[in-house]
């Protein structure tokens, strides 16, 4: 699956100022995300607001975006819930829009056992056909995917590779070890990315590639050319940045203040998530004026 490319954008979703989605604005920003570094993009991941959305949302966004997008870039879609035949039937509708691949996060409150995890992914993607990234992100699921139940759903053809936010690197190399030779890891967490890079992973599926895409796209390329110190001081360098993107309020709320702050319009934010107080608000935007923003801005 190397079309879907090492740099995805976790996108976010653009509101109207009514709080409507604004599909025109989505497909612009996915457009210049392509722009500017980017292979492909995620909509309605956990950036994207998905739990806010509803169906009829999603499937448009899917179809709007990857009519904006063609054949330049990768549309993957996020279907997947805590409910495994709504994520089927959405899974399957989404097919329908045209997108490239789907984004299965592991189902969220319930807490199912590794086993259940196994059916619940199993089910999704002997139902679509469609490539399957499985997501983990154990810190706001509050269930880890082992690597021995992740290598068991490397073996469903279809399931391509995993994004993986555990931030444990052991987990993450066991798993690159002992997948089949064309699954392929992409960090969930930015600041992990050069680390799952060292260890044979493929890329990131990445927030703060919405401001700085050409510079990541720099230091995945300059690591895979052997340029290892290259890579390590654009790594530094961004790690300011994504650390105020992911702890300054909760994701996307920092993202989405920066992209505003720079003049990239994406609406505010729909309950239970709210605008950032006061002072990560100044934070976010300090953090922004000190880097090289690579998104073209049309004011």
Known sequence: MSQIGRL??????????EGAVDYAQAGRLALAL??????GVVVTGTTGEAPTLTAEEKLRLFAEVKRAVGDAGAVIAGTSSYNTAESVELSQEAKGTGVDGLLLTCPYY????????????????????????????????????????????????????????S???????????????????????DGDTLPILSVGGYGVICVVSHLVGHQMK???????AGRV?????????????????????SNPIPI????NTVGFQVGGLRLPL??????????????????????PVTV
């Not at 110190?229 to 309020?249: D, F, K, N, S, V």
């Not at 989405?256 to 992209?259: E, M, N, P, R, Y």
């Open 274 to 295: 709210c605008e950032p107080d006061p002072a990560a608000a100044e934070k976010i935007a300090a953090e922004v004026k000190r880097h090289r923003i690579d998104l």
């Open 229 to 249: 110190e290259e890579a390590a001081r654009i790594h530094r360098g961004l790690l300011p940045l994504m650390g105020t993107l992911m702890t300054a309020a």
């Open 110 to 165: 319930n807490k199912p056992t590794q086993e259940g995890i196994f059916r619940h992914f199993e089910a999704i993607a002997r139902a679509t056909g469609l490539p399957c990234i499985i997501y983990n992100i154990p810190g706001r699921t509050a269930v880890n995917i082992t690597a021995d139940t992740m290598v068991r759903l490397s073996r469903i053809p279809n399931i391509v590779g995993a994004k993986e936010a």
């Open 256 to 259: 989405k203040h920066a992209l």
């Open 34 to 39: 392509l722009e500017s570094g980017s292979n």
């Open 8 to 17: 995805l954008t976790a996108m976010v979703t653009p509101f109207t100022p």
């Open 167 to 189: 931030g444990n690197l052991e987990q993450v190399a066991q798993i690159i070890e002992n997948t089949r030779e064309d699954f392929l890891v992409w960090s969930g967490n």
């Open 218 to 224: 720099e230091m995945i390329e300059a690591y895979l």
